[in-house]
Nanobody, 119 residues
């Protein structure tokens, strides 16, 4: 059974930083590209960072480019999201998933981790 467990969220002031972690289990982690997504209340999840299965390339939307960095440790089955220069509009629930997986297509997600950026 696939498990995705996100952690590291919290309350941070504007301009601050957070590092999110996602530990995966139940599949061959090193074989899958991974992404970080965020969801605002009442909205669809949006992709904020993507990395290939090796961790050798990454892509970001313009809204977070230069501020967020995705990385992975395949030995630990973990993907990270380093978030710097946080803004109030980054406030959301953050999730990780494998965008080309069957469980992604089936709508299977972890519980996410809440990030709140506020003074």
């Amino acid at each position: 059974q696939v498990q995705l467990v996100e952690s590291g969220g919290g309350l941070v002031q504007p301009g601050g930083s957070l590092r999110l972690s996602c530990v995966a289990a139940g599949f061959t982690f090193s074989s899958y590209a991974m992404g970080w997504y965020r969801q605002y209340p009442g909205k669809e999840r949006e992709l904020v960072a993507y990395t290939n299965s090796y961790g050798s390339s990454a892509n970001y939307p313009d809204s977070v480019k230069g501020r967020f960095t995705i990385s992975r440790d395949n030995a630990k089955n973990t993907v990270y999201l380093e978030m710097n220069s946080l803004r109030p509009e980054d406030t959301a629930v953050y999730f990780c998933n494998a965008p080309f997986s069957t469980w992604y297509d089936d709508g299977s997600w972890g519980q996410g981790t809440q990030v709140t950026v506020s003074s």
